[in-house]
Nanobody
Framework: QVQLVESGGGLVQAGGSLRLSCAAS????????MGWYRQAPGKQRELVAT???????NYADSVKGRFTISRDNAKNTVYLQKSSLKPEDTAAYYC??????????????WGQGTQVTVSS
């Protein structure tokens, strides 16, 4: 089993910054990607950013230029540095890990979520 623990959420004013972190533990062999998703009330969960072990990143258009995802492979930890925050960034943020289980299949693991609220 894989466990993911997020931290760093909270309340911040528009234009401010936060850094989220997610530490993975357990059976974490064969990781393909780690990333962040978010879900606002009444909306579908959406991808925010992902990063591979080699450092290749992918961002949602809505956060490009404002958010930066990074990874510390030695600590099995992924970070999301968030700047120039907007009220529309308000959501529960979830850490995600994709792990290879067979050659062409992956299994997803999720953290418990951390709430980020951006006030106007």
């Amino acid at each position: 089993q894989v466990q993911l623990v997020e931290s760093g959420g909270g309340l911040v004013q528009a234009g401010g910054s936060l850094r989220l972190s997610c530490a993975a533990s357990g059976s974490i062999f064969g990781i393909r990607t780690m990333g962040w998703y978010r879900q606002a009330p009444g909306k579908q969960r959406e991808l925010v950013a992902t990063i591979t072990r080699g450092g290749s990143t992918n961002y949602a258009d809505s956060v490009k230029g404002r958010f930066t995802i990074s990874r510390d492979n030695a600590k099995n930890t992924v970070y999301l540095q968030k700047s120039s925050l907007k009220p529309e960034d308000t959501a529960a943020y979830y850490c995600n890990l994709e792990r290879w289980v067979v050659s062409d299949h992956v299994r997803d693991y999720w953290g418990q979520g951390t709430q980020v609220t951006v006030s106007s």
